[in-house]
């Protein structure tokens, strides 16, 4: 199992661009979430999913959009980046139903994005 | 609204010694996690907690689940300098979607 990946590593952009981080999961987990990690800040849960075509805002939503079409991709989407969007981005991933690895929730490597 | 503290945020400890970072939750949960982070790097997962009385162990690290006093505990005994990281601990919402809860975070340095 590849586990949970995400593209890109690491990614500039210019105020005002648009982009898409990608999240795949290859363990059939009903959950996925994105969150930022800034410093002194703790993990804040962006968007997530229970489930393929259901999504719900987490904490701080506002400017950023997802998508949950299949059960192993959650792309979040970046519609006109700020420089408040300079952040490292975690993806993560876990079951929801029965006891299987207690539902760890796995995170991605993350991607570490630079708006200027 | 469900809270997670951890203290301290900064420990800084010299190699050998012991120490507890404590993890407090503002309301009732069926479930805590603990995790690792290497700087640059990613979560890994340490523990997961299931219920009152849990208490699990992986080399010098003991983690413990009091759900009564909403309190869980990592323990670091005999610290050597490959255990510097920072330690998350996460709580389950059980009421909103089973969000997970995140402590802010305790930055640990061990020292020669």
């Known amino acids: 199992n590849a586990g949970v990946t995400q593209t890109p590593k690491f990614q500039v952009l210019k105020t005002g661009q648009s982009m898409t981080l990608q999240c795949a999961q290859d363990m059939n987990h009903e959950y996925m979430s994105w969150y930022r990690q800034d410093p002194g800040m703790g993990l804040r849960l962006i968007h997530y999913?229970?489930?393929?075509?259901?999504?719900d805002q987490g904490e701080v939503p506002n400017g950023y959009n997802v998508s949950r079409s299949t059960t192993e991709d959650f792309p979040l989407r970046l519609l006109s980046a700020a420089p408040s969007q300079t952040s490292v981005y975690f993806c993560?991933?876990?079951?929801?139903?029965?006891?299987?690895?207690?539902?760890?929730?796995?995170f991605g490597p993350g991607t570490r994005l630079t708006v200027l | 609204e469900l809270k997670v503290e951890q203290n301290p945020l900064f420990l800084s400890m010299q190699e050998g010694k012991n120490y507890t970072i404590y993890c407090n939750y503002s309301t009732t949960s069926d479930r805590l996690y603990w995790y690792r982070q290497d700087p640059g790097k990613s979560l890994e997962s340490l523990f997961v907690?299931?219920?009152n009385g849990a208490v699990k162990q992986e080399g010098r690290l003991m983690a413990s689940l009091d759900t009564k006093a909403r309190l869980s505990t990592l323990h670091i005994t005999a610290a050597v300098h490959d255990l510097s990281a920072t330690y998350f601990c996460a709580v389950v919402n059980a009421g909103n979607n089973r969000k997970l809860i995140w402590g802010l975070g305790t930055s640990l340095a061990v020292n020669p």
């Open positions: 907690l299931l219920s």
């Open positions: 999913s229970v489930g393929a075509g259901i999504t």
């Open positions: 993560a991933s876990r079951g929801l139903i029965g006891l299987s690895s207690y539902n760890e929730q796995f």
